[in-house]
């Protein structure tokens, strides 16, 4: 009698013992498939795979010039010892939110946590999930090229205090949940405001001037406003419009969007579902909240 409880108590905790890893399975797949939506929502592959110079996808090493030097994007592979892989979930979280990294020291704004700081702990978490699945590339980072000061990272305490505001996403009340999808991908994951919002003097984000263009942007492009008041051509478009050409990357008068926001349609905006596409376009067409 006792062996015979004995076994169906085994045969019940082996049959919840498969359950739980299964559950856990399924759960993990959630993650990484959801990551897979985020890495897009974020360009990662954009910035991190050098595809002008036949690089390795997340190897880095795509050079990006900027009026405080030349900065090289790093290898983010789930390699151990030169890539990220060795990342805890909290490393991870620690460099988008904060700008630091593992070792302590200070990530420059070329990286640009400053918007990734709005992403919630999901997100982040199952992007780190996706990127922990991705093929390791044993290649070392390049080293950023700038001349003193720019190339003291401990000034980046200072610079950070002076610029980086860390603070989460909040939703406005007062505004659609689509509104409030919108303005949590452009000013967090998607970091349009990175590209399309002039700097300051000390290269951090003008932020009483969100989305009014950047004169000066990537690789000295020129990057046309997001907001009707200093960009007439796009305060015509309505939403319709702005999707369009989010997915083709057209604008409404047949001509194409270029420079680097070739990339953002190939490897983000033309990625994304039609419903967050559609919460884009509703917040830019009134960022104002």
């Known amino acids: 009698m006792k062996n015979r409880l004995f076994s169906v108590l085994l045969l019940i905790s082996t049959i919840l013992l498969s359950v739980t890893v299964m559950a856990e399975s399924e759960s993990e797949q959630d993650s990484v498939k959801r990551g897979e939506y985020i890495f897009a929502l974020g360009g990662c592959a954009s910035c991190h795979t050098n595809t002008e110079g036949d690089g390795k996808p997340l190897a880095g090493g795509l050079k990006m010039e900027t009026p405080f030097g030349v900065f090289y994007t790093p290898n983010i592979s ?78 980046m305490a200072i610079w950070k205090w002076l610029n980086f505001d860390n603070s989460e996403f909040k939703s406005n009340p007062k505004k659609s949940t689509s509104w409030n999808r919108g303005a949590y991908i452009v000013n967090g994951p998607s970091h349009c405001v990175e590209c399309h919002t002039p700097r300051n003097l000390m290269g951090g984000l003008d932020t009483d001037e969100g989305l009014a263009g950047n004169e000066d942007g990537p690789d000295g492009e020129a990057v046309p406003a997001l907001i009707a008041s200093n960009n007439k051509e796009f305060g015509d478009w309505d939403v319709s419009d702005i999707i369009f050409s989010l997915e083709v990357g057209m604008k409404p008068d047949g001509d194409f969007l270029g420079g680097s926001m070739g990339h953002v349609i190939e490897n983000t905006t033309s990625r994304l579902s039609e419903e967050d596409l559609k919460a884009i376009a509703e917040y830019l067409k009134s960022p104002e909240g």
């Open 78 to 155: 789930s390699d151990s010892k030169l890539g990220i892989g060795s990342w805890s979930e909290q490393d991870f979280i620690k460099a988008m939110r904060k700008g630091i990294s593992p070792e302590g020291d200070h990530y420059y704004p070329a990286f640009p946590y400053t918007s990734y700081a709005k992403m919630t702990d999901q997100d982040l978490l199952d992007l780190k999930a996706f990127l922990d699945v991705q093929p390791a590339v044993s290649e070392l980072s390049k080293e950023h090229e700038l001349s003193f000061p720019f190339n003291q990272r401990s000034l």
